[in-house]
């Protein structure tokens, strides 16, 4: 069984390693999280924003030219479809309303791609909370327009000019500014990782993904399962969303597409699994890129989604215990799937999500397998990353 | 008997403890940086670990913990600078640190090791106290090191009475609700955090952190618990410094005045 425990753990991992001064907020909100999310009344809310104002359900396409390619039956799971581009809306549409419910007046997120912080700023502007979001100074220049998309939407965006500039960094920075606030301010995270309770809930806000797959793919194939499900993992958010309500369907295999950067052995890399071991990031026992001294080592992926050193203490567990079967994707490759799927489909995929698309080509699968791919984003925040790669 | 609790049994009041990052500014700093703060009169020396995601810390730590690891410095490293300061150390020495690069050198070794070369205790902020009790508890003990929690303005009463049942050694007071770094001056809100917990008349000794700066700062901690602990004020000092010697005797003398 793929589930968490009642101190946090999935296995051996997960947890909650975090300064005492933070013990008060964690602590307000393992206690209310499960009771709130399961009120009647955060049901309907949730619910009726993510359909009228994220656009859920998000459909589920058969892609036949790409199915035609691989020889298989390939479903989209168009999650690019949502309000903002991406998945990460799902999520803080959920912590909004769990903030409220907790009487908050503040939000502050971290952002890597800043699709995160787009989803966090959006979120607030619709309920009217103070925003301030935290970005590597790096990921501020390689995301410019997200950057924009935040200030628009009236959030102040704080960049972090600590270690590598990147997601990391700006988590660091954020669990620094939620000590300095501790009563009146929501740290909304924007993926499977940080201390327990996070992981859980934020996973099973992204559920609606998987929720939706299996009466849609229902309707469809008349079966509720796929054999496979594939989805890239930055800290694992809709990787998590995708595998959420197949986790103890062994039947279903579980792919997770990582970013191999430049190459596994080329020192600039993100693949967390095939690199890492096990230690503590962000408040979690998780598989962590590290060195010998236990210092996190900084990684590199084209992606400023997936350039992070861990990974959620979920997908560790689905690594350790052999559920998940894990791809690392190299930044060249994971570029030319982008455009493939541009080509062959006429959706122009976030790069992140272009990843996930690669790992097609790096399993094994049977002639006519059902297959579905988490199509987490659009490409429309990486338009200057493809100019500057350029090879279309 | 372990050096800190024979500290507090003959000293109650104006306890002053230091914290610096090893191996900062230089890599070989950090002995002759003990024994400066020793002759200088303070009580504790407390090494921080460097580690490339401290999250509990300030522009100022963070940036002397960068330092400390470009120059090179790892626990390894420390051991072995460290494994004869008791020579030339007589004061208790509290390792702080995160758990990570502790949990990779292996926390059986660590503990041995500390008992070792003469380590009294240690602070390790993002160790739960549920996750010490659980797993770490007996190994500290096995080897005679005290315990350091936190405690913060947030902290219920209730878990400060448990903090003060699990801790030995002493507690550490945050003085505010935030990460370290030098601030101006002690609020009202702050006075009136250390006059309830001074009235819980804990087990433990009571030393508050963060925040502490200077003699006015340091003294009016010291009157609402044993005494106080100075770090990011110290790092800004001994950044600074073209004779560490020196200057760590003018500003412990200017502030223990
Ligand atoms: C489109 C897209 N996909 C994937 C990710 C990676 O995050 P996660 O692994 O939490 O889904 C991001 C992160 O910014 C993203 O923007």
Known sequence: ?392 | MNRIDQLFEKKKDRVLSIYFTAGFPKLEDTLPIMEAIEEAGADIIEIGVPYSDPIADGPTIQDSNMIALNNGMSLKKLFEQLKDMRKTVSIPVVLMGYLNPIIQYGMENFCKKCQEIGVDGLILPDLPMQQYLDEYKAVFDQFELRNTFLISPQTSEKRIREIDEHSNGFIYMVSAHSITGARSGISDEQIAYFERVKAMQLKNPRLIGFGISDSQTFSTASTYSNGAIIGSAFIKTIKESKDLKVDIKTYISSVIQ
Request: hydrophobic share 40%; charged share 25%; glycine share 10%.
């Open chain 1, 1 to 392: 069984m793929i589930r968490v425990d009642e101190k946090g753990f999935y296995g051996k991992f997960g947890g909650a390693y975090i300064p005492e001064m933070l013990h008060p907020n964690i602590d307000e909100l393992k206690e209310n999280y499960e009771q709130i999310m399961a009120s009647d009344e955060f049901q309907v809310e949730f619910r009726s924003l993510l359909k009228d104002f994220v656009g859920r359900p998000t459909p589920l396409y058969f892609a036949s030219r790409l199915s035609e390619k691989y020889g298989v039956k390939i479903y989209l799971k168009r999650e690019d479809l949502c309000h903002t581009g991406a998945h990460k809306v799902n999520n803080t549409v959920g912590q909004i309303i769990m903030a409220k419910k907790l009487g908050k007046k503040r939000i502050i997120a971290e952002t890597g791609a800043g699709q995160h912080g787009v989803a966090t700023a959006t979120v607030c502007a619709l309920m009217g909370m103070e925003c301030t979001v935290y970005m590597g100074a790096l990921d501020i220049q390689r995301q410019r327009p997200n950057v924009e998309r935040m200030k628009i939407l009236g959030a102040k965006v704080v960049p972090a000019t600590s270690g590598s500039q990147t997601l990391k960094d700006a988590t660091n920075e954020a669990m620094r500014q939620w000590i300095n606030n501790p009563v009146d301010t929501h740290y909304i995270i924007g993926s499977v990782v940080g201390p327990h309770p996070y992981p859980e809930m934020v996973a099973r806000f992204q559920s609606v993904i998987s929720e939706e797959i299996k009466w849609q793919l229902k309707e469809k194939e008349g079966t509720e399962n796929p054999d496979l499900v594939i989805a890239c993992v930055g800290g694992g958010s809709n990787a998590a969303g995708a595998f959420f309500h197949y986790y103890n369907t062994p039947e279903v295999r579980l792919i997770a597409a990582e970013a191999a950067g430049l190459g596994i052995s080329s020192g600039k890399s993100a693949a967390t699994t095939a690199l890492g071991t096990p230690g503590i990031l962000h408040g979690s026992k998780t598989l962590l890129m590290q060195t010998e001294d236990g210092q996190v080592v900084e990684p590199h992926s084209i992606s400023a989604g997936l350039d992070y050193p861990g990974i959620g203490p979920v997908h560790a567990h689905l690594f350790d215990t052999g559920r998940g079967e894990f791809v690392a994707v190299e930044d060249e490759d994971a570029m030319k799937a982008g455009i493939e799927l541009s080509r062959l489909e006429g959706i122009i995929p976030a790069i992140e999500t272009a990843h996930a698309i690669h790992a097609l080509t790096m399993i094994e699968y049977k002639k006519d397998d059902i297959i579905v791919i988490n199509l987490s984003g659009r490409g429309d925040k990486d338009l200057d990353t493809y100019i500057k790669w350029g090879g279309y």
